[in-house]
């Protein structure tokens, strides 16, 4: 059975006082609940020190919102996946959506940053999903498809052994918008059939999360889904009692 995660994306937010209560209030508010649901926070660069400093020995998992596809050199700005290592992280997000909208991230560079974060070390958590345009014209299976084939060509099936895959319909990102549990369900569904066809056995035990204005009112519905291991939580992810609220939801 796959474990539930729940992974916050603060996104850009932050600050050292702030951080400090909002960490010691999620580390405070998911103890005991490591047997049924791993919790973690990916937070900005600056700040991933405090986060190893505040949460090493807890419960709570941190990682990165992004990385670069190169291992180092001259790329000014950018983070390398061995960096991002020093600073203890596990997880690192991939492909995000306002990545590929805001900064011009295509497939094939998001396949080129999963391959990078595997090879030194980190969980890539592999973001798909389509626009409200590609869905209202029934291109969502289509959309999702071609998205995760990007990376499942470039690195093979076998290594999402160690990967994380995040369905982020961008219609329902930070919009209050959120996909209903049965349309959730269908397009997971879709992404695990997706890496069935080449791999059964990497594809039952890959974890495959919801993002997309998940909040503690509906986090529960969400996580009823038996396709639905988790979420990748943006807004409320920023106020801790409602971050833990929704990791208590996965761990029951």
């Given at each position: 059975?796959?474990?539930?995660?729940?992974?916050?994306?603060?996104?850009?937010?932050?600050?050292?006082?702030?951080?400090?209560?909002?960490?010691?209030?999620?580390?405070?508010?998911?103890?005991?609940?490591?047997?049924?649901?791993?919790?973690?926070?990916?937070?900005?660069?600056?700040?991933?020190?405090?986060?190893?400093?505040?949460?090493?020995?807890?419960?709570?998992?941190?990682?990165a919102q992004?990385?670069?596809e190169?291992?180092s050199?001259?790329?000014?700005?950018?983070?390398?996946?061995?960096?991002?290592?020093?600073?203890?992280?596990?997880?690192?997000?991939?492909?995000?959506?306002?990545?590929?909208?805001?900064?011009?991230?295509?497939?094939?560079?998001?396949a080129k940053?999963?391959?990078?974060?595997?090879?030194?070390?980190?969980v890539?958590?592999?973001?798909?999903?389509?626009?409200?345009?590609?869905?209202?014209?029934?291109?969502?299976?289509?959309?999702?498809?071609?998205?995760?084939?990007?990376?499942?060509?470039?690195?093979?099936?076998?290594?999402?052994?160690?990967?994380?895959?995040?369905?982020?319909?961008?219609?329902?990102?930070?919009?209050?918008l959120?996909?209903?549990?049965?349309?959730?369900?269908?397009?997971?569904?879709?992404?695990?059939?997706r890496?069935?066809?080449?791999?059964?056995?990497?594809?039952?035990?890959?974890?495959?999360?919801?993002?997309?204005?998940?909040?503690?009112?509906?986090?529960?519905?969400?996580?009823a889904?038996?396709?639905?291991?988790?979420?990748?939580?943006?807004g409320?992810?920023?106020?801790?009692?409602?971050?833990?609220?929704i990791?208590?939801?996965?761990?029951?």
């Open positions: 059975m796959r474990q539930k995660l729940v992974v916050g994306n603060w996104k850009m937010h932050g600050g050292l006082a702030a951080n400090r209560s909002l960490l010691q209030g999620v580390v405070a508010g998911v103890k005991g609940l490591a047997a049924a649901v791993e919790c973690a926070v990916c937070v900005p660069y600056p700040y991933l020190a405090q986060a190893q400093q505040e949460l090493a020995k807890t419960e709570v998992s941190w990682g992004n990385l670069s190169q291992v050199g001259a790329f000014t700005g950018e983070v390398s996946a061995a960096m991002l290592k020093d600073f203890g992280c596990r997880y690192v997000i991939v492909g995000h959506s306002e990545r590929r909208a805001l900064y011009g991230e295509d497939d094939g560079l998001v940053k999963f391959k990078q974060a595997l090879a030194g070390g980190l890539p958590i592999l973001c798909v999903g389509e626009t409200l345009a590609q869905r209202e014209s029934g291109q969502t299976a289509e959309v999702v498809a071609a998205q995760l084939d990007a990376v499942l060509d470039a690195a093979g099936v076998e290594v999402f052994a160690g990967a994380v895959v995040a369905y982020e319909p961008v219609w329902a990102i930070g919009t209050g959120t996909a209903s549990p049965a349309q959730a369900q269908a397009v997971h569904e879709g992404i695990r059939a890496l069935a066809a080449r791999n059964a056995e990497v594809a039952a035990g890959v974890r495959v999360l919801y993002g997309g204005s998940v909040k503690a009112g509906n986090a529960a519905e969400l996580f889904m038996p396709g639905i291991d988790g979420a990748l939580v943006g409320a992810s920023l106020v801790a009692e409602e971050f833990v609220a990791c208590r939801a996965a761990a029951f």
